[in-house]
């Protein structure tokens, strides 16, 4: 690739900052790049990284106020692999400290959380042991801060307690201070969540403690002492090994305002890894979202226009790749790989000065009187028209548990288009209030999803606006008075379009508590459903929902909403409707009996059911064959050609979805022998008198527990042999009702079942996750 450019600065690891910055007497610092940029006089540079690895000491800024109205592109030179990390490099001459444990003296001038061993992150020591395969935390346990294990540790000051929130709603941390008299830790943290809660009882773990330093590959640092520890893995060389510590949060920050923005600059082509966690820094809440944040990422963006972050790469990261924050017009992050980070993905988050009528708790709530009743924003101080596309991002919010991919909260009209997200520990795509909407969402390969938390979406929403209250009499009450209110926030309607999700702990598209004014068409859902709760004005349509279906939750009054046209595999699962919207209808059912269930709450009049005859489910292909019936309610083929990431080098590296089995009640039907996996449980139904006579049951019906596995039916006491006979008073009569019913509740985590064990009936209740 060519750099065209009035201005060329050339930069090399083994440069000297004296000479000029030309190609052949290229500087050594990013730093020093900088401030020839700021003393030029072109209109346009171009800083150009040769080959290797950058450590700058402090955060490079590019600042609007020093570098003018000039054009920048940061780049790396031609293809060459450049990184920029934001740990330091020290050398270290290490001793035995004991029979597992070597010991170096290092003087640091920074506080740190991470060390890296030849570019590999090493786990700081820990309670319970690092498991890959846990799904909470890489590992927990419910007495990481017990008494017992208090006990042991002689000085824990300087050590984290992390934990799950009570509900799965996200995560806190906390920094151990020491101990009390008593002997219990004494703790500060707890504000990266703004849904307050107790700590999960089971789901919490330590580390940083020194005697909790005993598995390979585990390190632990003494400040006072100036030591590091380390307990080598088996075989490696330490004395041939490079040791880095991570130091910086940001390595870029380009900083302006709305009258002088950091403007026309492209960052390309650079790897960037090795910041620091930013979870004991200073957390806002994001209005009456569930999220509070810290405003950094390895890049931030804050009073900017024009700016391009492309064919990057981001990991190995202790929090945000990149931060979009304050006034900010036509962003545009394209083509990059993000992985294996300890927060979000992108960011975009206005200035709360930019609301009106701000309330910050979620039980924070204004009377009408009180509300400032000007639609939108009262001043420009937020990120507007800016673009997420073309990238790949996975693996990330690897310590941060209320992270997403991408996350958009107070902007306007922000796209976010042909992305592919995977492996997320709560959304893949969050949106957390109604300020001031116009996004669109469309194209994105969103799954695995929701992992290590519960009750939310691969897509996600919130709207509790400046009118927003928990109370729906009073919602039904003042928003018949007064409809108006609805859209002072939410002006501009939000579009969620030719996306496939996938979430297995949630929903798969998921408006929460009050999002309004979203258009939800052409999308395929392949687990979780669609859920909207109490929001106003959404019109949802044209979509396919694989092994499940519709969830309206607390629909207020006056919602005018709409769920037309859509092809749905299960009936419906409503949760206290006040009023069935605007219009439900023109729905295709897989069976008579969901259509008919539906029909006694007089929507779908015009509905129809039957095997939807996809050309090839198995395969993912859910174009309808010309003889559907679909076809007679409306239901238009969905264009699922370029949907996910376009790129051939990311599309190549990135992992692919899992398309479930499709199961109608047609395919139990005509399988009644069938084996089915569910939940990591072998079943199967009921079969004749035979099994009647075996199990001592009092039908036919039922589901046969045929093999259990290490599953969490299996560990909340469901056995081999049990035969499944019911749930919460609804009699299971085989897999296709038993699945049914399952994913209307598996938001809750749990589920009721009435059994028959060695001929005796008993009931259990079995975790789901």
């Given at each position: 690739?060519?750099?065209?450019?009035?201005?060329?600065?050339?930069?090399?690891?083994?440069?000297?900052?004296?000479?000029?910055?030309?190609?052949?007497?290229?500087?050594?610092?990013?730093?020093?790049?900088?401030?020839?940029?700021?003393?030029?006089?072109?209109?346009?540079?171009?800083?150009?990284?040769?080959?290797?690895?950058?450590?700058?000491?402090?955060?490079?800024?590019?600042?609007?106020?020093?570098?003018?109205?000039?054009?920048?592109?940061?780049?790396?030179?031609?293809?060459?692999?450049?990184?920029?990390?934001?740990?330091?490099?020290?050398?270290?001459?290490?001793?035995?400290?004991?029979?597992?444990?070597?010991?170096?003296?290092?003087?640091?001038?920074?506080?740190?959380?991470?060390?890296?061993?030849?570019?590999?992150?090493?786990?700081?020591?820990?309670?319970?042991?690092?498991?890959?395969?846990?799904?909470?935390?890489?590992?927990?346990?419910?007495?990481?801060?017990?008494?017992?294990?208090?006990?042991?540790?002689?000085?824990?000051?300087?050590?984290?307690?992390?934990?799950?929130?009570?509900?799965?709603?996200?995560?806190?941390?906390?920094?151990?201070?020491?101990?009390?008299?008593?002997?219990?830790?004494?703790?500060?943290?707890?504000?990266?969540?703004?849904?307050?809660?107790?700590?999960?009882?089971?789901?919490?773990?330590?580390?940083?403690?020194?005697?909790?330093?005993?598995?390979?590959?585990?390190?632990?640092?003494?400040?006072?002492?100036?030591?590091?520890?380390?307990?080598?893995?088996?075989?490696?060389?330490?004395?041939?090994?490079?040791?880095?510590?991570?130091?910086?949060?940001?390595?870029?920050?380009?900083?302006?305002?709305?009258?002088?923005?950091?403007?026309?600059?492209?960052?390309?082509?650079?790897?960037?890894?090795?910041?620091?966690?930013?979870?004991?820094?200073?957390?806002?809440?994001?209005?009456?979202?569930d999220w509070t944040l810290h405003r950094a990422g390895t890049i931030t963006l804050d009073g900017t226009a024009n700016v391009t972050i492309s064919n990057c790469q981001f990991s190995k990261l202790g929090g945000t790749?990149?931060?979009?924050?304050?006034?900010?017009?036509?962003?545009?992050?394209?083509?990059?790989?993000?992985?294996?980070?300890?927060?979000?993905?992108?960011?975009?988050?206005?200035?709360?000065?930019?609301?009106?009528?701000?309330?910050?708790?979620?039980?924070?709530?204004?009377?009408?009187?009180?509300?400032?009743?000007?639609?939108?924003?009262?001043?420009?101080?937020?990120?507007?028209?800016?673009?997420?596309?073309?990238?790949?991002?996975?693996?990330?919010?690897?310590?941060?548990?209320?992270?997403?991919?991408?996350?958009?909260?107070?902007?306007?009209?922000?796209?976010?288009?042909?992305?592919?997200?995977?492996?997320?520990?709560?959304?893949?795509?969050?949106?957390?209030?109604?300020c001031w909407g116009g996004h669109e969402i469309s194209f994105n390969d969103v799954f695995n999803t929701v992992l290590e938390t519960g009750d939310h979406g691969a897509f996600n929403s919130w709207g509790r606006d400046?009118?927003?209250?928990?109370?729906?009499?009073?919602?039904?009450?003042?928003?018949?008075?007064?409809?108006?209110?609805?859209?002072?926030?939410?002006?501009?309607?939000?579009?969620?379009?030719?996306?496939?999700?996938?979430?297995?702990?949630?929903?798969?598209?998921?408006?929460?508590?009050?999002?309004?004014?979203?258009?939800?068409?052409?999308?395929?859902?392949?687990?979780?459903?669609?859920?909207?709760?109490?929001?106003?004005?959404?019109?949802?349509?044209?979509?396919?929902?694989?092994?499940?279906?519709?969830?309206?939750?607390?629909?207020?009054?006056?919602?005018?909403?709409?769920?037309?046209?859509?092809?749905?595999?299960?009936?419906?699962?409503?949760?206290?409707?006040?009023?069935?919207?605007?219009?439900?209808?023109?729905?295709?059912?897989?069976?008579?009996?969901?259509?008919?269930?539906?029909?006694?709450?007089?929507?779908?009049?015009?509905?129809?059911?039957?095997?939807?005859?996809?050309?090839?489910?198995?395969?993912?292909?859910?174009?309808?064959?010309?003889?559907?019936?679909?076809?007679?309610?409306?239901?238009?083929?969905?264009?699922?050609?370029?949907?996910?990431?376009?790129?051939?080098?990311?599309?190549?590296?990135?992992?692919?979805?899992?398309?479930?089995?499709?199961?109608?009640?047609?395919?139990?039907?005509?399988?009644?022998?069938?084996?089915?996996?569910?939940?990591?449980l072998e079943i199967r139904n009921v079969n004749g008198l035979g099994d009647r006579s075996a199990f001592g049951l009092f039908s036919e019906n039922g589901v046969v527990v045929v093999s259990t596995k290490d599953s969490?039916?299996?560990?909340?006491?469901?056995?081999?042999?049990?035969?499944?006979?019911?749930?919460?008073?609804?009699?299971?009569?085989?897999?296709?009702?038993?699945?049914?019913?399952?994913?209307?509740?598996?938001?809750?985590?749990?589920?009721?079942?009435?059994?028959?064990?060695?001929?005796?009936?008993?009931?259990?209740?079995?975790?789901?996750?």
């Open positions: 690739m060519t750099i065209c450019a009035q201005k060329k600065i050339f930069v090399t690891p083994n440069g000297n900052d004296k000479n000029t910055g030309s190609i052949d007497k290229p500087i050594q610092t990013l730093a020093q790049a900088i401030a020839l940029t700021k003393k030029t006089g072109a209109k346009k540079v171009a800083i150009i990284l040769r080959k290797g690895i950058y450590s700058p000491d402090a955060t490079i800024e590019l600042n609007a106020f020093e570098i003018g109205k000039k054009t920048i592109i940061i780049s790396a030179f031609e293809k060459e692999d450049v990184v920029i990390s934001g740990a330091k490099k020290v050398e270290l001459k290490w001793s035995k400290f004991n029979s597992n444990i070597y010991s170096a003296k290092v003087a640091l001038d920074f506080v740190t959380d991470a060390m890296f061993i030849n570019g590999n992150k090493a786990i700081m020591a820990r309670y319970p042991n690092y498991d890959s395969k846990a799904r909470f935390f890489n590992g927990t346990a419910a007495d990481a801060n017990s008494a017992e294990r208090v006990h042991q540790w002689a000085n824990p000051t300087g050590g984290f307690l992390h934990a799950l929130h009570s509900g799965e709603w996200g995560g806190f941390h906390y920094r151990i201070t020491g101990k009390d008299t008593e002997g219990k830790l004494k703790l500060e943290g707890g504000w990266q969540n703004n849904r307050p809660s107790p700590l999960h009882p089971k789901h919490r773990f330590v580390e940083n403690i020194f005697e909790e330093l005993d598995s390979a590959g585990e390190w632990f640092y003494n400040k006072a002492e100036q030591t590091v520890y380390y307990f080598p893995l088996e075989n490696e060389n330490l004395n041939e090994s490079i040791f880095e510590f991570a130091r910086l949060k940001t390595i870029f920050l380009l900083k302006g305002d709305e009258k002088n923005p950091m403007q026309n600059v492209t960052i390309s082509n650079i790897k960037f890894t090795g910041t620091k966690r930013v979870l004991m820094e200073k957390h806002e809440p994001l209005l009456r979202s790749a990149i931060m979009v924050t304050g006034f900010n017009r036509k962003a545009n992050i394209s083509q990059n790989h993000i992985q294996d980070i300890g927060g979000s993905g992108v960011c975009f988050v206005g200035d709360v000065s930019a609301v009106r009528s701000p309330a910050f708790k979620y039980e924070q709530f204004l009377d009408y009187t009180k509300i400032d009743k000007t639609p939108g924003p009262q001043n420009n101080l937020y990120p507007k028209n800016c673009t997420v596309y073309n990238n790949l991002i996975h693996n990330i919010g690897t310590i941060e548990k209320q992270a997403t991919g991408v996350q958009i909260a107070m902007s306007e009209s922000i796209i976010v288009k042909n992305n592919t997200i995977y492996n997320t520990p709560r959304a893949g795509i969050n949106i957390g209030d109604g400046r009118f927003w209250n928990a109370k729906r009499k009073y919602m039904d009450s003042i928003t018949t008075a007064h409809p108006e209110i609805i859209l002072l926030d939410a002006q501009k309607t939000s579009t969620i379009h030719n996306n496939r999700f996938r979430c297995d702990h949630g929903w798969d598209i998921d408006l929460d508590d009050g999002s309004s004014n979203y258009h939800i068409y052409n999308n395929i859902c392949l687990n979780g459903g669609i859920k909207l709760r109490e929001g106003f004005y959404r019109k949802v349509e044209n979509n396919i929902m694989i092994n499940n279906s519709f969830h309206p939750h607390v629909w207020f009054l006056n919602c005018d909403d709409i769920f037309r046209r859509n092809i749905v595999t299960r009936n419906y699962y409503p949760g206290v409707i006040s009023k069935w919207g605007k219009e439900v209808d023109y729905n295709f059912f897989p069976d008579a009996a969901s259509l008919k269930k539906s029909q006694l709450n007089k929507t779908d009049l015009h509905g129809a059911f039957g095997n939807p005859f996809f050309l090839n489910a198995d395969a993912g292909d859910y174009t309808l064959d010309k003889k559907s019936l679909a076809f007679t309610v409306g239901f238009k083929n969905i264009d699922a050609r370029n949907i996910g990431v376009l790129d051939p080098d990311l599309k190549a590296k990135s992992l692919k979805v899992t398309i479930p089995k499709l199961q109608l009640s047609d395919y139990f039907n005509e399988n009644k022998d069938v084996h089915v996996d569910w939940l990591d969490h039916p299996f560990k909340s006491g469901l056995l081999p042999k049990d035969v499944i006979i019911g749930s919460d008073k609804t009699i299971i009569n085989d897999i296709f009702t038993l699945v049914s019913l399952y994913q209307g509740i598996t938001w809750k985590g749990k589920m009721s079942l009435d059994i028959i064990r060695d001929q005796q009936p008993l009931k259990i209740v079995i975790q789901l996750k």
